[in-house]
């Protein structure tokens, strides 16, 4: 075996790997370290959170690009001069708890997508907030009944009562300060919101200026009446009754309940109903055409454990909500053109319901194709957010309560108003306007950095003439 051994002229010693320690690491305590592939189970960890990050990293760097690209377009509005006696333009938002959460998802939502673009168009903004269901139509009804009174017309009952508004407006007026005469607008956020704010638009309008006071019950006379000599009975028998009772114990008195809770404040009830809106006559002071500029924008609110998945795809594509929203509020910062919500037709054929659309041989016959109704573009926007909404919405009243349910209850435009509202597009151009400025921004964005390698000393060499495919020797 020896023999052998020595012939091949190798030892056993010698055929083992020598591993070799780094003596610095050795040195400072450190173990040696050995470089192999993970296991199957740090794989699939690193797989999938390195998946979900770098998705979630490619959508905010997308979502922040959108959003610079609509900031763009509006910025230069926020270079142009006012005059000092004029104040700027002020648009008006309305937002409103979510069904079935409270109001910090609107609020975030609007600090999120909104806010930035109206940041960079210089524009000035009011909040309508709502917290509970009615609260948003009830503010804006109350709004444009001051208006309506500030105009001139007298409610049945006068108030010599001053809002702060009121006061704030006369200073400006004796100081000479004139208000914006341009187009303002509204923004409302969400489907709920959009009905409250059509409702109280109606109501404001077309409503009486004081709420019409129920008749109050009266009151039953309960007054005690004065006993006969003949019914009262005797001194001598009340003296004797008396001696012979025994006074009881005190019992112990009870402690007073506690006070209860004050409850919330409920909103305003309506002054008209929808049924009423074509008896009541047309407010004089109602503006004219081309009055009531809005921009109904979506509030993407899902709730419950079953939508995880659905939640999870929108966390990960807000990309394409702040691309949509952006472009939407853009169009309201620029005000540069807006359109009328259109009108359109319903048909029901009497011989097959399922059919609602005319045809020729139907209309042959009389009567065969009726027309139903005229729909407002106004009532189906945003439609798609209540297969959305939280199923509290959608809960029925209980036995004696009047909780008002504008949610629930379907929406009912009236001619008077829905003529008179506008809504706010972008002109055509515009969008391949905002996609060259954002091309210029990343242009620049560009130069700086180069610039900045200049200075570090990062400048990439340039190619020899050979390398490029050009006639020259290695040196030149």
Known sequence: MAEKAAANGATPAATAPKTVDNPALRMMGLPRFKFKLPSRNWLIFLIVTGSFTTALLYDRYHKKKAQRRWCSLVSHLAEETLPANMMPRRITIFLAAPPGDSIRPAREHFHEYIKPILVAGALDWEVVEGRREGEVRAGLAEKIRKLRKRYGEVPQQDSTEESEDDLVKEVRQKSGISEWDGAAGDLVLGRHTWKEYVRGLHEGWLGPLDQLQAPEPQEADTKILPTSPEDSPS?????????????PPAEPVAPDPPPPKPSKPTPIPPYIIPADYPSHPTSP??????????????????????????????????????????????????????RPYTQSTEYVSAIDPEDASPSADASAEEGAVAQAKQTWEQEGALKQEEREWHKSAWKANEEGSDKERVWQEPMVIDDRIGQRMRIFE???????????????????????????????????????????GLEGDESD
């Open 235 to 247: 001194t001598d028998t009340i003296s004797t009754e008396a001696a012979s009772d025994v006074t």
């Open 426 to 468: 972008l002109e055509s151009g515009e969008e391949e306007k905002a996609t060259k400025l954002e091309e210029q921004n990343r242009r620049d964005e560009q130069g700086y950095l180069e610039k900045v390698k200049d200075l570090i000393g990062w400048k990439k060499a340039e190619k020899k003439g050979w390398e490029m």
């Open 285 to 338: 002071s109602l503006p004219s055409q081309q009055s009531f500029l809005s921009l109904p924008l979506p509030l993407p609110h899902l709730l419950g454990f079953f939508h995880t998945p659905t939640r999870v795809y929108r966390f990960l594509t807000r990309r394409r909500l702040a691309d949509s929203t952006g472009q939407s509020v853009a169009a309201l910062v620029l005000a540069s053109q807006y």
